[in-house]
């Protein structure tokens, strides 16, 4: 097994917002599905993380349950900062589908979707390395919330004024980069050894930021408050490919 295979396994899982543009215009006018796949994915990430980042054998004896806290409290304010800056340069309204009026700046927007995707892809990375298979559940997970994220993010840039081509060109872009992320993620667990399940936490920690932060706020703006029901799906879809592995 080697770091090419987590590329590999990177760029299916991102590869997913390819889908999302496609379908950013014929759910242009049909909000409510888009946020009901928004709460979907979200659930198959929380149940990731639940499972497969930080299950409850990571908290094994006092000394490690307070280092893999840590990582789960560091990973979640690394992400919550660089958050706030992309925010405040225009990346704010990238999961939007109502960024018409205000739509903001594409390149943020870009930053933006790059920052939410690269703990996912650097976690495939990780358990690939620690557990030396792919981990299905959290690749369908990860392949499934993509995919909303690349409709809003579609008809958010569109607003902002991209191209399709040029949004086409973004998201191939954005693969690669979390596709090298997932590579990264191999290495390093895999050069740390026994330590990978903190670096699991830090990254599980960023991914419970971003759905908080924004995924989940976007979903029942759209969704409603079916989206709930959705999410508990969502959940129980990964937790079954979590166990059945």
């Known amino acids: 097994m080697s770091a090419w295979y987590a590329v590999l396994w990177g760029a299916l899982a991102s590869s997913s917002l390819?889908?999302?543009?496609?379908?950013a215009d014929p759910l242009r006018d049909s909000r409510t599905p888009t946020g009901l796949l928004m709460g979907f994915g979200a659930g198959t990430l929380i149940s990731a993380v639940g499972f497969q980042l930080v299950p409850e054998e990571s908290f094994?004896?006092?000394?490690?349950?307070?280092?893999?806290g840590a990582s789960l409290g560091a990973g979640a304010l690394?992400?919550?900062?660089?958050?706030?800056?992309?925010?405040?340069?225009?990346?704010?309204?990238r999961q939007?589908?109502?960024?018409?009026?205000?739509?903001?700046?594409?390149?943020?927007?870009y930053i933006g979707a790059l920052l939410d995707?690269?703990?996912?892809s650097f976690v495939l990375g990780t358990t690939l390395a620690v557990g030396g298979a792919i981990d299905v559940a959290?690749?369908?997970?990860?392949?499934?919330?993509n995919v909303p994220q690349g409709v809003a993010g579609t008809q958010s840039l569109r607003a902002a004024g991209a191209s399709s081509r040029h949004v086409l060109s973004g998201w191939a872009i954005l693969t690669g980069v979390c596709a090298a992320f997932a590579g990264a993620g191999?290495?390093?667990?895999?050069?740390i050894a026994n330590q990978g399940v903190y670096v699991e936490a830090f990254a599980g920690g960023a991914v419970l930021t971003m759905l908080a932060d924004s995924m989940m706020p976007e979903a029942f703006r759209y969704g409603g408050r079916a989206v709930g029901l959705f999410t508990v799906?969502?959940?129980m879809v990964a937790a079954v490919l979590a166990v059945a592995q």
Do not use: C, N
């Open 78 to 93: 690394t992400y919550y900062v660089a958050d706030r800056l992309v925010d405040a340069r225009g990346g704010g309204k």
């Open 60 to 68: 094994g004896h006092d000394a490690t349950a307070v280092w893999v």
């Open 186 to 191: 191999y290495v390093l667990s895999d050069a």
């Open 96 to 109: 939007r589908l109502d960024a018409g009026e205000d739509p903001g700046s594409p390149w943020a927007m």
């Open 138 to 145: 959290f690749l369908a997970a990860v392949f499934v919330s």
């Open 233 to 235: 799906l969502g959940y």
């Open 18 to 23: 390819f889908i999302g543009q496609a379908l």
């Open 117 to 120: 995707g690269v703990p996912e």
